[in-house]
């Protein structure tokens, strides 16, 4: 077709004379084509080499990873002094990693969550319930008395376990998720001593400061064990107190800056809050110093 396309028709006048033939031959110009072959300067082996000490050139950060596993456990009798007529099935065991996660349960018996934290620094146990095998190694102790045969409960601590205040022992079918990470700035443990509230209006009043303020909202989940019963702040904000400030609770230290304060009173001296704010602390209405023992991990 394209040589159809491309033809030139051109009409001549015929003449008397005996039409000639001029017979051309046509010509075929012949290229022979070349090849450029270049040597590689590197060979593939030499290639995959690089490629697999990418590894050492790049550093690679580690991530917890979350495991889950289930299983059927019957308790047996609890080993903390104090605890001898009770029974304890261990989920986690103690760890210098910080556990977090969810576990669902179905037991015979109506059971109580353990949470350890620790084990605690010396002259570090001021009054906060602590679980001991010897005396020796200590851990602040958080019984978060659910009272049910099934249910669901989400922990951190460096160690779980489920527990029954009686010496009849139980039997517990679980299945629990959990990560298991490593110190930092917002995964944590550690023991504080309260001081006096920097906040207007709360001079009479006692604050540890478990995160401090953040532009960026921490969500998380903290286990506590405190020498009294204490109050759980969350600070959100900062807000514009113009324009905000219509009748919530509020918190401020200048009079400048100001949050939204969240104030709950759970009235125990134990336990585990999933919150989420710009500052997390333990509060008390006291004007007397407070111990509180702590496993937090948040994220912003």
């Known amino acids: 077709m394209e040589k159809l396309n491309n033809a030139e028709i051109r ?17 075929t110009n012949t290229t022979t084509p070349t090849t450029n072959t270049t040597t590689p300067t590197t060979t593939p082996v030499e290639n995959m080499s690089k490629v697999q000490n ?18 059927t456990l019957t308790s047996v009798q609890d080993p903390g002094q104090g605890h001898e007529n009770h029974q304890l099935a261990i989920i986690l065991p103690p760890s210098d990693k910080v556990y977090t996660g969810v576990i669902s349960w179905t037991s015979s018996k109506p059971i109580q969550i353990v949470e350890l934290t620790g084990p605690l620094g ?13 005396g020796k190694t200590k ?9 049910e045969t099934t249910g669901s409960f989400s922990f951190t601590g460096n160690a779980l376990a489920v527990h029954y205040p009686k010496s009849s022992s139980f039997t517990v079918s679980y299945a629990v998720s959990y990560m298991g990470s490593s110190a930092s700035d917002m995964v944590k443990t550690g023991t504080l001593t309260s001081v006096q ?14 995160l401090p303020p953040s532009e960026k909202a921490y969500h998380g989940i903290l286990t506590y064990s405190a020498s ?38 759970p009235g125990t001296q134990a336990g585990t809050w999933e919150f989420a704010g ?11 110093p407070f111990q509180v023992s702590y496993t937090v991990d948040a994220h912003n």
Do not use: R
């Open 228 to 265: 009294e019963p204490v109050q759980l702040v969350s600070l959100i904000g900062p807000i514009d107190p113009a324009v905000d400030k219509k009748g919530q609770m509020v918190y401020t230290m200048d009079g400048k800056t100001w949050f939204a304060l969240v104030f709950i009173e």
């Open 197 to 210: 509230d920097p906040g207007q209006g709360h001079e009479s009043h006692q604050l540890a400061l478990i």
């Open 122 to 134: 010396s002259g570090n146990d001021k009054g906060q319930p602590i679980w001991t095998t010897d």
């Open 54 to 71: 990418m590894s050492q050139i790049i550093p690679m950060m580690e991530t917890p990873m979350w495991i889950t596993k289930t299983g």
């Open 278 to 288: 710009n500052a997390i602390a333990v509060h008390t209405k006291n004007i007397t």
């Open 139 to 147: 851990f602040a102790l958080t019984l978060v008395d659910v009272n």
């Open 11 to 27: 009409h001549a006048t015929a003449t008397p004379a005996t039409p000639t033939t001029n017979t051309t031959t046509p010509t």
